[in-house]
């Protein structure tokens, strides 16, 4: 494969842009873990699991925290544009360093065709006349036009999504609230926590029903690792950066376990409609006669911004292969404004891909690119444990300095992480309804490896030997 020194990528100017602000970041860290799924698949989540999905929110929130604490530490020791993908170069090796960086891409651009496929369901059911692919249609040129503008206006646009969506949770949450303590309604004279446990336990489906929510809840996380990759574009990553991730942790907290305890505090959870979203039920219970209408306004505005984010990751990741010798050297290349505009081209077709399957398989093709993803997801989180630990192994060696942002209780928290990671791959491999998913996935692997050793690649210039 080509490959041209980091140091002076064809046609760049200067360098990528460093206009992201210390809010731009904050809000994209609680953007990607709050997805569209929240809002309408929520009611389903708690009839397969009922109250344990709080432990699995509650567990898949840690894990997510402890990744995010190791990574944030690789990023401030060794800050570098390819985030993960670069640091897997650098501390296991080449090899796995490309397959996690061409893996990540591809598991970003799944998600963005499910998301946009997920704004043309929604528009379609309100609008029956309207085919479900020419709303995918219209959100991806809008993403296309945003992401070839400036960073800041992705980093804008990213802030109000996502400040739409931190609103209506606060909404669901101080009504939830109000319902009960001041028994609002026949809602409010039943309400009690006790219908957290009176009605089959705290794990109504068992220990293996706990398990078997961790796959679905730890896919509602996939995406958070982004900001490994926007902290190249802060102004000040030494700041920013810990912020982001400290409160990724809290957030999660509030407006996942907070909001869905309420749900089930108001509503025996056995007795919600697992087609509806438990938030409809609940706004409209303190007289707001728009519920369903807003949170379908919210879910779609959800999914664009978590396409808007992927776009813009997915880009960024590509530029920094290209500048690592990982792909084509020509994607290195700047505007400009100081945008990878071949990479954020090249990654809104495959976008536009997603436009053609909604147009030839509509019904099919949401399940399929959801199971998939999960396996890329764990993919990544186990790379960032495992070179957290190469790294520790390092600083045990007085090779490298440590800084004082760190991963709590390294290197137990990265073996107890790998093994939950390791279980949940587990129960996701032995799913019937995902087992064709790993076998996508294995060849996807197969199909790298081939790759790689096809181009004759060797290690970038950007890795220093330590």
């Not at 369901?121 to 040129?141: D, E, K, M, N, S």
Request: aromatic share 12%; hydrophobic share 55%.
């Amino acid at each position: 494969m080509e490959r041209v020194s980091a140091a002076s990528p064809p046609h760049a100017g200067d360098q990528i842009s460093h206009s992201l602000k210390n809010r731009h970041l904050q809000l994209m860290a609680l953007g990607g873990a709050i997805g569209a799924g929240f809002f309408l698949g929520s009611g389903a989540a708690i009839g397969q699991t009922g109250p344990a999905l709080l432990i699995a929110y509650l567990i898949a929130g840690g894990m997510i925290y402890l990744v995010m604490r190791a990574l944030g530490e690789l990023t401030l020791a060794h800050p570098s544009p390819g985030s993960f993908a670069a640091y897997t170069v650098r501390f296991i090796g080449p090899l796995a360093g490309f397959m996690t960086g061409w893996m990540y891409w591809l598991a970003f651009l799944l998600v963005g065709i499910a998301e946009i496929t997920g704004i043309g369901l929604l528009l379609h059911r309100w609008y029956p006349g309207i085919p479900q692919w020419l709303p995918a249609l219209c959100a991806t040129v809008m993403l296309y036009a945003i992401n070839m503008r400036t960073v800041k206006s992705f980093g804008e646009s990213e802030y109000w999504l996502s400040m739409i969506k931190v609103v209506t949770i606060v909404a669901i949450l101080l009504s939830g609230l109000a319902i009960l303590v001041f028994k609002i309604g026949d809602v409010g004279a039943q309400a009690h926590v006790a219908n957290l446990w009176q009605h089959g336990g705290i794990l109504p489906k068992g220990f293996s029903g706990l398990l078997a929510a961790l796959p679905v809840v730890i896919f509602s996380f996939g995406g958070t690792e982004v900001i490994g990759l926007a902290a190249a574009e802060t102004d000040r990553p030494e700041y920013t950066l810990p912020r982001a991730i400290n409160g990724v942790f809290f957030r999660i907290m509030l407006f996942y376990v907070g909001s869905l305890a309420i749900v089930m505090i108001l509503h025996p959870w056995n007795s919600l409609d697992p087609k509806e979203s438990p938030f409809v039920s609940v706004l409209k219970q303190t007289g707001f006669v728009w519920a369903a209408g807003t949170v379908t306004f919210v879910a779609i505005s959800a999914f664009f911004s978590s396409s808007n984010t992927i776009l813009y990751g997915s880009s960024r990741l590509l530029h920094a292969m290209a500048l690592s010798g990982a792909a084509p050297a020509r994607f290195q290349a700047l505007n400009r404004r100081k945008i990878p505009y071949l990479s954020v081209t090249l990654s809104g077709a495959v976008l536009m891909l997603g436009v053609v399957l909604n147009y030839l398989m509509p019904d099919k093709i949401f399940g399929y690119l959801l199971s998939t993803v999960v396996w890329i997801v764990l993919w990544v989180w186990a790379s960032i444990m495992l070179c957290h630990l190469s790294y520790c192994r390092r600083l045990a060696k007085g090779s490298i300095s440590r800084g004082s942002f760190r991963l709590p209780g390294a290197p137990y928290t990265n073996w107890a992480i790998l093994f939950l990671i390791a279980l949940v791959a587990l129960l996701v491999a032995t799913n019937g309804q995902t087992r064709v998913t790993f076998i996508i996935i294995l060849l996807w692997s197969g199909i790298l490896v081939a790759a790689y050793y096809a181009k004759g690649s060797r290690q970038p210039t950007m890795v220093e030997n330590d």
